[in-house]
């Protein structure tokens, strides 16, 4: 088992990514690991973060990478799945540019659901928030891709790498023969030594090319009210799960607005001080997922909609992906703009906060531009 700084540029390190490693590129660092000492598979995400602590506390590995489901109540199927690498090279901060991967075009593409029933699905989910009670639930839907010849993530990877130099881009090899690529602007949780972070998204408008029409969609969404109450409901959700953890907590008065090349986005940025340092990051990323940025609030409530409302199992779209380290420092993602990723085959997953004022077709468009961030990445911006 090999740990070391890799005596190349971030760039350089994504270019050493294949089918079946763990990548993890943010604004600060990249992390690449290869191979497999052990692997830790559990359904309950408690008794996974301690199986990997102990594993890690017995020098088997520096750290666990791997990923977390969307569904981590009792009696789901999905398990959480961490690797315990061979080897483990690490760039810093730098540019991540590389040339552009040519990826293939697809012989067919289906939608899931089909765009008509997805806007019906928004109406009765608006209908069920009113007559449950509800603040929010988070709707997604996903698009099938099908090629006449292999897909190679390393490609994927790559271009997500240079075009979300700001963002979390992410391949973890998934308990099957898929893997899970995408680029994502959220912060489940960090910790660095007692030092803790979230970074909640939620409430959105598209960017345009045109930098009036980009600067008043941004403005816009400050002003809205319906993307305030979304954007609310995830932070406080975020405030009160981490509280019992922490001797105190930071949160601002407000949101922020924030973007990815193709989005806007609401985010707050709340940081504490932990109480117990024997508190890992893998534990407060399980304590903190899901998020009513993902699913909804309150949390049972949201999951059961999802279920009765998306005509598939997420799996594991919305779940975390990340890492935690020997010392239980570590970066875990909201595992959103993704795909998952067979021998010649993809689904690409885009989901929207839905509260009582949501507009089915305000909500599809939502999901259509959230669909760019892989699109752009495979060369394929007008498929939809």
């Not at 959700?237 to 407000?254: H, N, S």
């Amino acid at each position: 088992m090999t740990t070391r700084i890799a005596p190349v540029s971030p760039a350089g390190l994504a270019a050493q990514y294949e089918r079946g490693d763990f990548f993890f590129a943010t604004a600060r660092r990249v992390l690449l690991a290869q191979g497999a000492v052990e692997s830790v598979t559990s359904t309950d995400p408690e008794i996974l973060a301690d199986t990997v602590t102990g594993a890690l506390a017995s020098g088997a590995a520096p750290l666990a990478v791997g990923v977390l489901p969307f569904d981590t109540s009792p009696g789901t199927v999905t398990p959480g799945h961490l690797v315990l690498p061979r080897a483990v090279l690490h760039a810093g901060q730098g540019d991540r540019s590389l040339p552009r991967e040519v990826l293939p075009r697809p012989v067919s593409v289906n939608p899931v659901p089909t765009p008509e029933r997805h806007m019906a699905a928004v109406r009765d989910a608006v209908d069920a928030l009113r007559a449950r009670g509800m603040r929010k639930v988070v709707l997604a839907r996903a698009l099938d891709l099908d090629f006449d010849e292999p897909i190679r993530p390393e490609r994927l990877v790559r271009n997500l790498a240079s075009d979300n130099p700001r963002h979390y881009t992410y391949a973890a090899a998934l308990p099957s023969t898929r893997t899970l690529v995408g680029a994502t602007p959220e912060l489940l949780l960090s910790r660095e030594g007692s030092h803790v972070v979230s970074h909640p998204h939620a409430g959105s408008m598209p960017r345009f090319a045109d930098p009036v029409a980009d600067k008043a969609s941004g403005d816009a969404l400050l002003a809205s009210k319906k993307d305030q109450i979304e954007h609310a409901a995830a932070a406080e959700a975020v405030v009160e799960r981490l509280r019992p953890f922490c001797r105190k907590l930071t949160v601002p008065d407000g949101p922020e607005l924030v973007s990815t090349p193709t989005i806007w986005h609401l985010r707050t940025t709340i940081t504490g001080e932990l109480v117990d340092s024997d508190i890992t990051a893998l534990h407060l990323a399980a304590a903190l997922h899901p998020t009513p940025a993902i699913c909804g609030t309150p949390t049972g409530a949201a999951r059961a909609l999802v279920t009765e409302l998306e005509p598939y199992d997420r799996a594991y779209y919305a779940g975390a992906v990340g890492w935690v380290d020997a010392d239980g420092d570590g970066e875990w993602a909201v595992a959103i703009r993704c795909a998952e990723v067979a021998e010649s085959s993809m689904r690409l997953y885009a989901g929207g906060g839905i509260v009582e004022a949501s507009d089915p077709r305000t909500e599809l468009d939502e999901t259509t531009t959230k669909f760019q961030t892989l699109l752009r990445a495979m060369g394929l911006p007008d498929l939809i």
